[in-house]
């Protein structure tokens, strides 16, 4: 069993506007097994949180911790983090011109499972993944996101979650733009790997669409830069009936 | 707009004329108005399937065909011997011919005479490999026979003090196919000068190139392709790369579809990719139209940088850094080489661009 454990994270981010705190002292624990939404308004700090969880370089963590089965987090790369058992489905998946999908995949599993798969085994592991996502098999050969619509993008960061298998799983909105068979497809893709395996997830989300094929026992909702109140589903109905308003400037929870 | 095809000045450039604007003339050790005390350097054939290859005198060659500038008449006048390689009418060799170029030194100015004949309905690759240290002025001549299928594939791997004025002129007979893959990896200034004419209609040009530009490098490829016959098609694509800071890279496509030559297919594209701060890449395509007649014309050009959000994503996938960089590079480049190349070869070229992304430190955030 592991543990993925954020204490009072405080993050800030740099831009031609100055220095800003974003998240301002998040607590939050996830164990293996369990699965967490959080809701919160936009703009509240959620892809700060999962960007911070992976590492990117524009947020600063200036005060707290994150921790995975104790061991420090903050001080590791963005790589590390990701061999560790850390990974983000990105709200907004990047292009990489001319990597082809299969080798960025080939690439990344490798890194992650600290070798590589042999090649005939691997083209129908791809191949097996791609068909239970419903990803044409000719994206393996088109490049990294490029041309992708939105669906495509988040089902491709699906495709990675179920090839890497990692310990802990941010999916930042990955419901937001799908259509009703793409969401269905895209949270088996997700339910396939949590039964497969003892992963923490945490889904950040806007609505209870997803949270209603993928359950989560904990709903956190999120606002300003913390979490303000913790609950079960219950929670997530809740706001999908009346908002944040209660909310809204509510202390923080713990 | 100038006629692109127009006689380059007679003269020696002094940097002001179009085509030497952006060529750094201070650092041509001047080649571009001397080359007295030149040696000619003999272009060794290291293995020749089916072609034959010979030393001639210059002066037992017909004039220089189609455009040449001051330098490259300069350098032909005074290469009193040229190797001549012929292959021979029908002969068919997947083997390539090799022919490298090897610089001994940036101090002596180095002068080189090729021509290549291919004659009619032949088919064959030529490598040619230039390496090492050197200042030198080359004159490539290309004939493609009527029917013929020639592909030259020039590898510029020269060490980094390195001076290289090149031109690369190829003549192209009734359908004959002529490919051409340049890849220039190295080399404080190499300008090359690939240009292209039709003898006969039905030729068919695909000119290919790869480079890649490090710190302080200026790397320029100035291309023409020059269509006077009809139903002619040419391609051209050009990758070139850039790492650190005053990597200059140049890219002229010229091409020219005069009045007679209708129904000409063209399309050329060049692509660049930033990978540090302070590199510059300068992209011009141009494409002058005489006849209303043509088949399809186009042009594009971009020039892209590896950015921060890139290697985040790769990153968090697992991937370190300058794996992350390799990935990006070697795919950007393999696919248009491996379109000409044989695998030993795109090895080769792959191999090298590989060997200098390991140069430049990977400082934080930025690669
Ligand atoms: N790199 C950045 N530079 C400047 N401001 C940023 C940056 N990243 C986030 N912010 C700001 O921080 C705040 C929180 O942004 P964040 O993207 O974390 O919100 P979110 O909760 O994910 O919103 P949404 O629901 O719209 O996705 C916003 O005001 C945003 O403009
Ligand atoms: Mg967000």
Known sequence: MSILNIHDLHVQVESDAGVREILRGVDLTIESGQTHAIMGPNGSGKSTLAYTIAGHPKYTVTQGSITLDGVDVVSMTVDERARAGLFLAMQYPVEVPGVSVSNFLRTSVTAIRGEAPKLRDWLKELKAAMAALSVDPKFAERNVNEGFSGGERKRHEILQLDLLRPRFAVLDETDSGLDVDALKVVAEGVNRVREATDIGVLLITHTTRLLREIPAEFVHVFVDGRIVADGGPELADEIEASGYERFLGAPATS | ?367
């Open chain 2, 1 to 367: 707009m100038t006629v692109i095809a127009d006689a380059p000045v007679a003269g020696a450039p002094t940097g002001r004329e179009e085509a030497w604007r952006f060529t750094p003339i201070a650092r041509l050790r001047g080649l571009h108005d001397s080359v007295e005390g030149a040696v000619g350097a003999q272009v060794a054939v290291v293995t020749s399937p089916v072609a034959a290859f010979a030393h001639v005198s210059t002066d037992s060659l017909p004039a220089a065909s189609g455009p040449i500038e001051w330098p490259a008449a300069l350098a032909r006048a005074a290469s009193t011997q040229s190797g001549v390689l012929t292959i021979p009418a029908h002969s068919d060799s997947a083997v390539p011919t090799r022919v490298t170029v090897t610089g001994t030194g940036a101090d002596s100015t180095v002068l080189t005479h090729l021509v290549i004949v291919a004659e009619r309905g032949s088919r064959s690759v030529v490598v040619i490999t230039h390496e090492g240290s050197i200042t030198l002025s080359a004159n490539i001549e290309i004939q493609v026979g009527d029917g013929a299928d020639l592909t030259v594939i020039s590898i510029h791997d020269w060490a980094n003090d390195s001076v290289h004025l090149g031109r690369q002129h190829a003549v192209l007979g009734r359908d004959a196919r002529f490919r051409s893959l340049i890849a220039t990896l190295g080399g404080d200034v190499v300008r090359i000068v690939p240009t292209v004419e039709y003898s006969a209609p039905g030729g068919d040009a695909e000119l290919l190139g790869v480079f890649f530009a490090e710190a302080g490098q200026h790397i320029e490829h100035r291309l023409l392709v020059d269509h006077s016959q009809p139903h002619c098609r040419s391609s051209v694509a050009y990758k070139g790369a850039l790492q650190g800071d005053g990597a200059h890279s140049v890219w002229i496509g010229d091409v020219i579809i005069r009045a007679d030559a209708v129904g000409t297919e063209t399309y050329e594209i060049n692509r660049n990719l930033l990978l540090t701060e302070g590199a510059r890449a300068d992209s011009v395509p141009n494409l002058e139209i005489e006849t209303g007649n043509v088949a399809s014309a186009g042009h594009a050009s971009t020039t892209g940088r590896f950015d921060d959000e890139q290697l985040f994503y790769l990153q968090a996938r697992g991937i370190d850094p300058e794996t992350a960089r390799r990935l990006v590079v070697r795919g950007f480049f393999a696919e248009l080489v491996s379109r000409i190349a044989d695998d030993e070869v795109a090895a080769h070229i792959i191999g090298s661009i590989e060997e200098k992304l390991g140069d430049a430190p990977l400082d934080e955030g930025t690669i």
